[in-house]
């Protein structure tokens, strides 16, 4: 069974700018959740989509949004990007929502840098 | 009410010896405790996992010990290898919520 995979792998783009990344979750999985990981931080929390709704949404600025498809396939979009949101940005699927806490699967992230 | 507080944050271990990681949590209503392994240029890959009502659960060389009442869990690695080197993070996260709430992290180095 393949993977979750991220698309791009890496990413550069400037202040100002704005950014999609995409998420396909391992067959069968209808729960995308995305975090960012940055050396200060950690990993956080960003939203949670399950049936193409947010379910659960950490504590980041609004210029953060996502979006997931009736597939459950998954974006999330930054916008007017800053210095500070350059990071690996991680998406992981699991089978559920809203139930029992399933394992979440890890896809190899997208690294985006901010110029 | 949120937080996994993890240590150490790096750790160096002869091979074959057993490294252990330690995490503490705040939430009460955390049920579902796991652990990701992560290399370099990699996303985290699901280790174990415990639930509060379980003790400890092993698999193979790896083990999770869990204080419900300390409100505690730690990871052993037993015999460990210079392929366990990596970064391990600790997480909690409760019913329904699937967002997972994550430790800083623990940079494991083992000598050959």
């Known amino acids: 069974k393949a993977g979750v995979t991220q698309t791009p792998r890496y990413l550069i783009k400037t202040r100002g700018q704005q950014v999609t990344l995409s998420c396909s979750p391992i067959?069968?999985?209808?729960?995308v959740s995305w975090y960012q990981q940055t050396p200060g931080q950690g990993l956080q929390f960003l939203f949670e989509y399950f049936s193409e709704t947010q379910r659960n949404k950490g504590n980041f600025p609004g210029r953060f949004s996502g979006r997931q498809f009736s597939n459950s396939r998954s974006e999330m979009n930054v916008s007017t990007l800053e210095l500070g949101d350059s990071a690996l940005y991680l998406c992981?699927?699991?089978?559920?929502?809203?139930?029992?806490?399933?394992?979440?699967?890890f896809g190899p992230g997208t690294r985006l840098t901010v110029t | 009410q949120q937080q996994v507080k993890q240590s150490p944050q790096s750790l160096i271990v002869q091979k074959g010896g057993i490294s252990i990681i330690n995490c503490a949590y705040e939430?009460?209503?955390?049920?579902?405790f796991p652990w990701y392994q992560q290399f370099p240029g990699k996303g985290p890959a699901l280790l174990i996992a415990i639930r509060p009502d379980v003790s400890e659960k092993k698999e193979g060389r790896f083990t999770i010990s869990f204080n419900k009442s300390a409100k505690q869990f730690s990871l052993h690695i037993m015999d460990s290898q210079p392929g366990d080197s990596a970064t391990y993070f600790c997480?909690?996260?409760?019913?329904?919520?699937?967002?997972?709430?994550f430790g800083q992290g623990t940079r494991l180095t083992i000598n050959p």
């Open positions: 939430n009460t209503a955390f049920d579902y």
């Open positions: 997480a909690g996260t409760f019913q329904g919520a699937q967002k997972l709430v």
């Open positions: 992981a699927s699991s089978r559920t929502s809203g139930g029992p806490s399933y394992e979440q699967y």
């Open positions: 067959s069968g999985h209808r729960s």
